[in-house]
């Protein structure tokens, strides 16, 4: 691994799949060593890491549990480089549940792996980040516009909004910029119900762009942000949605 070369390193939450699998992947691309983190999906991050590497990248893994109250403080034990430049907190959960029938549990995971971990898990990297580091979290359209059935998902993505303005005033002076990006509905595990059953044509009619967007398209907004063109935006959530209810 690339811990003695010069390489940038990214760190991915939840790149066993989706929109971090896609992130990881182009990271890697770009020439970021990229630790690859997972929960509970060991074999599908270990098959991320070996397409990284075949395509002629560098990746390594790194396994917690980020519902956990000790899962931050894990994920930083279970790094073994020294630095990270490049942070994306991308692990999340999207429970579809109304106010009327979301009970405690259901609640406090959400909460755990959406919020607490977020906060942590940069606290925790933040020991590790050199100067002109980036961190990029992962919002949501719902932060800024009403979808039904889904109010505490789309408020913890209203806790990412503010800690990313919160984080960019305070990391400014060690020239870490902190955005978020805010995709619209992106074709994922986390969607298929949504996408079944004549979904995916009400998801179309709310965009201005028609088409149902895949992870990369929201890989490729994380990689400005985490690249030179993007060292002078921070405080910022970029929307990445295909225009949707405009
Ligand atoms: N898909 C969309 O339409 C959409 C739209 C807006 C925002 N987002 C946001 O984008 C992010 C990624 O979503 P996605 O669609 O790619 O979801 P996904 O395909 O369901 O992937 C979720 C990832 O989060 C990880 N994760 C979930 N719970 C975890 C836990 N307790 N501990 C550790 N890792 C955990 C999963 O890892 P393991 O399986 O290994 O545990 C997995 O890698 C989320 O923050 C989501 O809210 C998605």
């Known amino acids: ?4 070369s010069s390489r940038k390193v990214a760190l991915v939450t939840g790149a066993s799949r989706g929109i971090g699998a896609a992130t990881a992947q182009r990271l890697a691309r770009d020439g970021f060593h990229v630790v690859l983190h997972y929960g509970s999906g060991e074999a599908e991050a270990k098959a991320v890491k070996a397409d990284i590497e075949r395509a002629g990248g560098s990746a390594s893994l790194v396994q917690a549990d980020l519902s956990a109250r000790d899962g931050a403080d894990r994920l930083l034990a279970g790094l073994t480089e020294p630095h990270i430049d490049v942070l994306v907190n991308n692990a999340g959960v999207a429970p579809f549940v109304s106010i009327f029938d979301m009970d405690v549990d259901t609640y406090d995971q959400l909460s755990n792996v959406n919020m607490r971990a977020v906060f942590f898990v940069t606290q925790k990297v933040l020991t590790r980040m050199r100067e002109g580091g980036r961190i990029i979290n992962l919002s949501s359209i719902v932060a800024r516009t009403a979808f039904p059935d889904i109010p505490a ?65 929201v890989a490729n907004v994380i990689a400005f942000l985490a690249g030179p063109d993007g060292s002078w935006t921070t405080g910022q959530v970029l929307d990445v949605s295909g225009g949707t209810k405009l």
């Open 1 to 4: 691994m690339s811990n003695s």
């Open 153 to 217: 998902y789309s408020a913890t993505k209203g806790f990412v909004d503010v800690l990313t303005l919160q984080l960019a005033a305070t990391l400014g002076p060690r020239r870490i910029t902190v955005n978020a990006v805010a995709p619209g509905v992106i074709e994922t595990r986390l969607t298929t119900g949504l996408l079944e059953n004549g979904g995916a044509d009400a998801v179309q009619g709310m965009q201005a762009l028609s088409g149902i967007a895949t992870p990369d398209r």
